[in-house]
């Protein structure tokens, strides 16, 4: 069985996301894998979901998506804030729970920490080493590349986190730091399988 | 057997975050429920966690109370930006996977578009009635609270997402909204169970 795998990450609100979709899928085919993508149609979608809204299906068919497939790679870029987007790091909490390996990567390899100043600029205030926002919440310092749940949980499954510094006009139309994650996934899976 | 709630936010990093978790639990309890915070101890660490770094463990353990949990309340109050804080909104797609209710709750009630388009300002364009980032990307107009997974996930698993509106300076520190979605969470919990 080729192992299929879900492509998590805001390239959806990209306007030539189908396009770019296809071009995902065409590397993940390149080493083996298929990739699945969150704009995909399902095989059937359920009677049941006809009265739904769209967003209530498309969280539907994106949650269906995840399950059938084998592995997920999330792109973890900041999205509008530092963090990654976090309707693709529910995408990650949810295969995580699955016990399936997930993947992230990002095209800054800035920290979080870093990130996080940056973002909050005069409001960041420094106490006995340690960070604060304005509102006196404290700034993460582990030293990882986000919320420490996702550097956990990709750790934790056997999966990598993949981050290369890229010029921001790049940042979102860039495949290369997918394709060097592309590569750890079927690695990676290889190694499962044997 | 006493329901098992996981309070899952970015009050952690309030300064007073444990006895604000204390105070949590009170609630949960008024309500006939028990709530278990982030910052709790397990009864038992794996001895094989004693090898890795501070970051890793808690992630270890936060998964470890999500599935001792029946169901999940997330903190929904936007974090650094126009979203939730991603360690919850990770927690709760995990939760959400585990097929238990998840519930969320935010302070303010300003609907995700206006608060996306609040925080990109003049980078926000609109074309067609669709608004769009400076990068292009497509920016959420489904009326929600936040990314549909989110929401999607809360109303497909039978919880509810209550918000109100709080002035600024009351946004980390009031009880009230937690407190009504501890209403709701017993509710539905004691529907389940009858």
Redesign the interface.
Same mark, same amino acid.
């Given at each position: 069985m080729i192992p299929r795998v879900y492509l998590a990450g805001?390239d959806v609100?990209? @306007?030539d996301a189908v396009p770019r979709a296809e071009q995902a899928k065409a590397i993940c085919r390149r080493y083996g894998l298929i990739g699945v993508s969150p704009l995909d149609a399902l095989d059937e979608e359920p009677a049941a979901w006809s009265g739904l809204? /769209? @967003? @209530?299906r498309?969280? !539907?068919r +994106? /949650?269906a998506h995840?399950r059938s497939c084998d592995a997920l790679i999330a792109n973890l870029t900041p999205f #509008?804030?530092?963090? &990654?987007?976090?309707?693709t790091?529910? /995408? !990650?909490?949810?295969? #995580? &729970?699955?016990g399936r390996p997930v993947f992230g990567y990002a095209t800054t390899a800035v920290p979080f920490l870093a990130r996080?100043l940056a973002? !909050?600029g005069p409001a960041a205030t420094s106490r006995d080493g340690a960070w604060?926002?304005g509102?006196?919440?404290?700034?993460?310092a582990?030293g !990882?590349s %986000? +919320?420490?749940?996702? %550097?956990? @949980?990709i750790?934790?499954s056997g999966g990598v986190l993949v981050t290369a510094e890229l010029p921001p006009d790049r #940042?979102?139309s860039d495949f290369s730091v997918f394709e060097d994650c592309v590569v750890q996934v079927a690695a990676r899976l290889a190694d499962r399988a044997a």
């Open positions: 805001p609100f990209l @306007a809204s /769209e @967003a @209530a498309i969280h !539907l +994106n /949650e995840i #509008r804030g530092p963090s &990654a987007d976090v309707g790091v529910f /995408e !990650l909490g949810f295969m #995580r &729970a699955l996080s973002f !909050l604060y926002d509102a006196g919440m404290l700034v993460e582990f !990882l %986000d +919320n420490l749940m996702i %550097d956990g @949980a750790s934790a #940042r979102w």
